[in-house]
């Protein structure tokens, strides 16, 4: 059958018919309020979308699969040896040296002080076979210093290696506050850098551009799109003006984005840094050359209740990172927000990535997402917006002006505070969490707990080297064997740069914190805070609020007390006070609360209950229920949080 009569016995529908059908369904409801979403940026979602036509392929420098990548991050050079090797033999080919003064180490990371404390850490590891990234915050120069020293002792050029150094002051200084001293001051050693680097005949990239403490810190896509560009365009410029050629600069960078839980906005953000590097290298008079582009799944989405789903966001970011063109994915372990994980936990990890790879060949197909309307469209939009944030941030001077000033701060801060209202109110939900959660959930394992400081405390900057230390004289000192801590200069140097630092949190933070409160009552009394779910009417009429109550208490750590109804009220009521609640939530149909809510909040606040709930808007019920007794009315859109917060200060008052 060809096309032409597929097409008169099925004729293609178009987009009028489509909202046609959809405009009966809704019955007068606004199309737009009911059907289309919007992000953080305000860019509209659209239900549907047609074929993009004659849309741009974005390619990579190198076609085929990602990179997968494992973090060395456990503290002791041997044991993280041993981590190492078993990811490696796992199907794991690349690796992120982090180190425990990186924020992105969150409590852990490599602690090495010496080439020979590095050597350990990577004892086996034949360094010409395998990639290597550095992930050491701000004292980023000082420990390439000692990873160069150590390919140097090993006899290998450095030109075999594909390393990326991970130089990034400007990220490191957004994440804790601090530049070792001015920018000026800063970008001419990254100039010299890149020099005795050259000089070396070193091949990789040597800076990043990081959008890590920007996502952390709460930043939308677009936030974080135009921090990413503002800082490799801050790079490009310090590199030209001290002598090195822009073709040369831009090779020395790399970037990395972080893949969320949410696929379309991941797909859309990867692609769209691809086509706005290459806006800025037109803008530079380049022709557009492929960047290098990692990917790390996000820990601002990771939550420590129920960490199996971990799993799943872990799984939807790689996928999604994947098929948005990155060349290198790491995918954090999903106990990391419990603690440093074991082995079991980073072979999942590894394992996630090589069965989207080798099962599912995601690694097959370049830029799959190309020509989707609904990907397209997403694309542009970020572009547009993206560009736009971006030229706010040069406006104000570049990136390091608009983080000295608090602008760029101010901006994220604004989009984290909606961020947390959604949270709040589940607009955002988190299975495991603040939706579907489980308070019998058992312990995972870690190697060791999460530090009780790891989230607010940061490795202090390097201080600053004295002006005639070179890197080349920083790899020469550590091939001697000098200690990374002597690396910085025992005379005072330039004053360091301070800034507002970005905060890094978890989204899931705040409903964890009522699970902590409820369970450290329960370790003090035996018993878990408790409400009773009045159920009226029958099974049928109860169900749906029932269970929405269920998830709503039980997301704060207080246990609710089912049933399938009862006979009278005189039976509610016995069994509620033998229940050994100290609240209760009435739960059933509009219907029955009509003929029934008033009476049964009357019984229950006259048997002793403290705090009285109804399941559900209350509508004209609204003042009658609040004199029977009812003091808060749960339903989907209210301050779950704030609710849940005033119960838990009154049970385990």
Not at 198 to 209: D, I, Q, V, Y
Not at 557 to 563: L, R, S, V
Request: with cysteine; proline share 5%.
């Amino acid at each position: 059958m060809d096309d032409l009569t597929l097409a008169s016995e099925f004729p293609t529908a178009t987009r009028e018919q489509w909202r046609g059908l959809i405009e009966g369904v809704l019955k007068g409801s606004d199309f737009d309020r009911k059907l289309v979403g919007r992000t953080y940026d305000g860019l509209e979602i659209q239900p549907l979308y047609p074929k993009a036509e004659k849309a741009p392929r974005l390619s990579r420098a190198q076609a085929g699969p990602w990179r997968v990548v494992q973090r060395i991050d456990h503290p002791e050079p041997s044991t993280a040896n041993e981590l190492a090797l078993a990811d490696l033999e796992g199907g794991a080919d690349a690796l992120v040296l982090t180190l425990n003064k990186a924020p992105s180490a969150h409590g852990f990371g490599l602690r090495v002080d010496t080439v020979e404390d590095l050597d350990r850490a990577l004892s086996g590891i034949m360094l010409d076979m395998v990639h290597l990234r550095l992930d050491a915050g701000g004292h980023g120069r000082q420990t390439a210093a000692l990873l160069l020293a150590l390919i140097e002792r090993r006899e290998h050029k450095l030109s075999d290696i594909f390393l990326d150094l991970g130089l990034d002051p400007i990220g490191a200084m957004a994440a804790t506050g601090k530049l070792s001293a001015s920018w000026d001051v800063v970008g001419v050693r990254c100039v010299q850098t890149l020099g005795d680097l050259e000089k070396k005949g070193f091949t990789g990239r040597a800076f990043l551009a990081d959008a890590r403490p920007y996502h952390e810190a709460g930043a939308s896509e677009a936030q974080e799109l135009a921090a990413v560009l503002a800082t490799g365009l801050a790079y490009l410029r310090a590199l030209e003006a001290g002598g090195h050629s822009l073709d040369a600069a831009r090779r020395s960078l790399a970037f990395l984005l972080v893949a969320d839980v949410d696929e379309f906005l991941t797909v859309a953000k990867f692609r769209a840094l691809r086509r706005l590097w290459a806006r800025v290298e037109e803008a530079c008079g380049l022709v557009p050359s492929p960047i290098h582009l990692h990917a790390e799944t996000a820990w601002r989405m990771m939550t420590r209740r129920d960490p199996w789903v971990n799993m799943l966001r872990g799984t939807i970011a790689a996928f999604s990172a994947g098929i948005g063109g990155v060349d290198a994915v790491t995918v954090l372990p999903f106990t990391a927000a419990l603690g440093l994980p074991d082995a079991f936990a980073r072979r999942i990890a590894r394992n996630t990535q090589l069965i989207l790879l080798d099962e599912s060949n995601l690694g097959r197909v370049a830029d799959p997402a190309a020509g989707a309307g609904g990907f397209e469209a997403l694309t542009d939009a970020l572009c547009d917006k993206a560009w736009t944030l971006f030229q706010e941030i040069e406006r104000e001077g570049g990136i390091v002006a608009s983080l000295t000033k608090g602008a760029l701060q101010r901006r994220i801060g604004e989009t984290r505070s909606a961020r947390e209202k959604a949270v709040a109110t589940r607009k955002d939900p988190i299975t495991g969490t603040s939706e579907y959660p489980n308070l019998h959930e058992a312990d995972v394992a870690v190697l060791m707990p999460m530090p009780s400081d790891a989230k607010t405390t940061h490795a202090p900057i390097a201080k600053a080297v004295q002006p005639e230390s070179s890197f080349a004289s920083l790899v020469q000192a550590s091939s001697e064997g000098a200690p990374l801590s002597s690396l910085t200069a025992s005379a005072p140097g330039p004053t360091p740069l301070s800034v507002e630092p970005l905060p890094s949190h978890r989204v899931a933070e705040t409903f964890e914190r009522l699970r902590d409160m409820a369970d450290a009552f329960f370790a003090r009394s035996g018993t878990r805070p408790k409400v009773f779910l009045a159920n009226l009417g029958p099974v049928a009429a109860f169900t749906a609020r029932a269970t929405f109550a269920k998830n709503f208490f039980e997301a704060g750590g207080i246990e609710a007390i089912g049933n399938d109804g009862f006979s009278s009220l005189d039976d509610l009521i016995a069994t509620a006070r033998a229940s050994g609640a100290k609240f209760a939530c009435l739960c059933s149909s509009d219907e029955i609360y009509q003929s029934h809510a008033v009476d049964a909040a009357r019984a229950l606040s006259k048997a002793g209950f403290s705090g009285l709930y109804l399941s559900g808007r209350p509508g004209e019920l609204k003042d009658d229920l609040a004199k029977a007794g009812v003091t808060e009315f749960i339903f989907v859109g209210c301050d779950s949080l704030a609710i849940l917060e005033k119960s838990l200060a009154m049970a385990t008052a």
